[in-house]
């Protein structure tokens, strides 16, 4: 669809007045969650300037978002705001709490508000993100040592999110 005019045109702009009360509920076209250390200055980047060239309003985490235990409350605002969340599984994603925290925070998003999920397995497969094997098998072994009952039960939550994820239909790619 052509436009005059260099602005951001999100997926939910329609003219359709029938569409006009669901538009709202989107502030962003698509929400990436990626491990910076692995994908941040290659894959990513590329695929946000491909994105942001499309005009598709586009939320990438950026160097006001204080990095911290928790995740901060502006990022789970961007991903409850997010039509479309797409997951960059990289071979640390799993190692990250931040990344689980987003992780589980989009499959929560999909089944209460329709958010569509797509996963990229960048240099891993599937089957490790779903079964938490091979590296992702480590990350875990990591995150559960030591771990408080309160930990556990977030663990677990971890855990049926990326079930959940690594069994959608997504994008394997290997690093190019």
Not at 17 to 31: C, L, P
Not at 71 to 87: H, Q, T, V
Not at 124 to 150: C, K, L, M
Not at 161 to 174: D, E, H, I, T, V
Request: aromatic fraction near 10%; proline fraction near 3%.
């Amino acid at each position: 669809m052509a436009s005059s005019s260099n602005s951001k045109r999100p997926f939910s702009s329609s003219s359709s007045s029938s569409s006009s009360s669901s538009n709202s509920k989107w502030r962003y076209d698509v929400f990436l969650s990626f491990r910076g250390e692995d994908t941040r200055k290659n894959f990513t980047s590329h695929l946000y300037k491909a994105l942001d060239h499309a005009n598709i309003e586009t939320f990438k985490d950026d160097k006001e978002l204080r990095r911290g235990e928790e995740i901060a409350p502006e990022l789970l605002k961007a991903i409850e705001g997010s039509r479309i969340a797409l997951i960059v599984f990289s071979k640390t994603y799993a190692h990250s709490k931040w990344c689980l925290d987003e992780l589980a925070k989009i499959m929560e998003c999909q089944e209460e508000k329709g958010q569509k999920v797509f996963p990229i397995f960048y240099d891993v497969e599937p089957s490790e993100v779903r079964n938490q094997t091979g590296i992702y098998g480590e990350a875990f072994n990591n995150h559960e040592s030591n771990a408080d009952e309160e930990k556990k039960k977030k663990i677990e939550k971890w855990r049926i999110a990326l079930r959940k994820a690594g069994n959608l239909s997504g994008f394997p790619l290997q690093d190019r």
